[in-house]
């Protein structure tokens, strides 16, 4: 072998078996000295990052000590769009609901041990589907250390939630307060087309439900939880027309609002209502129809009806006399205003589009204008033929509910009663 072929051979990376056969015992051994060195510094390159991912797994696992942090009862202003969720309040059986989320952001970012032991309350408990604008809640939280600056509660929390929950602004809060027994009030808002509806007698009918009032008639009764009690006030009650739709010339499609504000609300009570002002709206009933439901002696018994979808309803203001003074995050507010404006785009995009179906089809109907959007507000089969409310078969009455769970020993009446004088 040459001289030249020699060395192109042993600046080779690699050799076949043939080609190692060839090279002299001193160069075998160097090359077995260098694969040695190469191996051993691998090995150390593997240990130390191993040793990092150990390391690393150790502090993850190592318990958070809330010990070593202050504590803040704090209230927090939550948005939400409930469309996609089993409604606010954490179920065993789903974890799809807006409060398993939040106390999942709540622990991942460690500003909570347990859901049991940061004296936790909510403002309104909003159904499957039901959103909120302004959605309390009150809790206390791991606060910075002294000398450090304030926890950005916002940020550490969206980062972690979905975006369709969004926290938009926290404040410092006495250590007795409650998000759901301080609320002085609840205004929610029912979103509704137009359409046949018509709104002059929706007025009338909500009218009568200005006062105090009992609704037993206008809620679902939900005695096997203990609530025997169904009288509440009203403070507004009100609907107002507060957008038009511009691609379709048509009264309508103009969007309407239902407002209804009071201290405490019923079990569906906002939904039982409206489920009857769209039939007062229908012309089916009269606006009275509201007065005779309130007035528990001519009709003791709720009649059977349908209950109003849950998608257009929000919980749109909570009151309290702590409000002023929250603590904004500006950025914050423009990253969540960027987000609402992202779905306001794709909701917007398609509701064009549907609207621009509905003007080719009626210009294929030559002019014939149909106006039937309310049929879409209401849960369950529509009869061909209206039977009116007070001619219904009616739900079991509220005396013979209780009798029922009492014999069952599932409801003390007498601890209820003791209850509510002790209030």
Not at 27 to 53: C, M, V
Request: hydrophobic residues 35%.
């Amino acid at each position: 072998m040459s001289g030249a072929k020699a060395g192109v051979k042993r600046r080779k990376q690699t050799f076949t078996s043939e080609e190692l056969t060839e090279l002299p015992k001193n160069e075998l051994i160097e090359r077995i000295k260098q694969l040695e060195a190469h191996n051993k510094q691998l090995k150390g390159i593997l240990s130390k990052h191993n040793g990092s991912d150990e390391r690393e797994n150790l502090k993850r696992k190592r318990p958070f000590d809330f010990s070593k942090y202050p504590k803040m009862h704090v209230a927090f202003k939550l948005l939400y769009f409930g469309w996609e969720y089993q409604g606010f309040a954490a179920l065993e059986e789903s974890c799809d609901t807006i409060e398993h989320h939040l106390f999942a952001a709540l622990h991942k970012s460690c500003l909570v041990e347990s859901k049991e032991t940061c004296n936790y309350f909510r403002c309104g408990r909003t159904d499957k589907t039901v959103s909120a604008f302004d959605q309390v809640i009150s809790l206390t939280v791991r606060a910075a250390k002294e000398g450090e600056p304030p926890l950005e509660y916002c940020k550490m929390l969206n980062s972690l939630l979905p975006n369709n929950i969004i926290v938009i602004a926290w404040k410092q809060v006495p250590d007795g307060f409650s998000a759901r027994f301080d609320c002085k009030k609840r205004t929610y808002k029912y979103l509704f087309p137009r359409g046949d509806l018509d709104l002059t007698a929706m007025e009338k009918g909500a009218a009568f439900l200005i006062g105090t009032h009992d609704y037993r008639n206008l809620c679902k009764m939900d005695v096997a939880n203990g609530v025997i009690e169904f009288i509440r006030t009203v403070d507004n009650a009100g609907i107002k027309v507060i957008s038009t739709n511009s691609t379709l010339n048509n009264p309508g499609y103009d969007m309407c609002e239902f407002t209804l504000t009071s201290k405490g609300f019923l079990w569906h009570q906002v939904r039982c209502i409206v489920g009857v002002l769209v039939l007062i709206g229908r012309k089916l009933e009269n606006p009275e129809i509201i007065q005779h439901l309130l007035d528990i002696e001519k009709c003791p018994s709720k009649p059977q009806y349908g209950l109003a979808i849950g998608e257009p309803l929000q919980l749109f203001r909570c009151e309290y006399e702590i409000d002023g003074d929250w603590e904004i995050d500006r950025h914050n507010l423009e990253c969540v205003m960027q987000s609402l404006q992202q779905q306001w785009t794709l909701h917007t995009v398609k509701s064009t589009m549907v609207s621009q179906m509905i003007a080719g089809i009626e210009n294929m109907m030559e002019g014939q204008t149909l106006c039937r959007q309310s049929s879409a507000l209401i849960q369950g089969n529509k009869g061909k033929v209206y039977t009116p409310l007070l001619q219904r078969p009616t739900c079991e009455s509220l005396e013979a509910r209780i009798a029922h769970y009492v014999e069952k020993k599932r409801l003390d009446i007498n601890l209820k009663k003791e209850d509510k004088m002790a209030a």
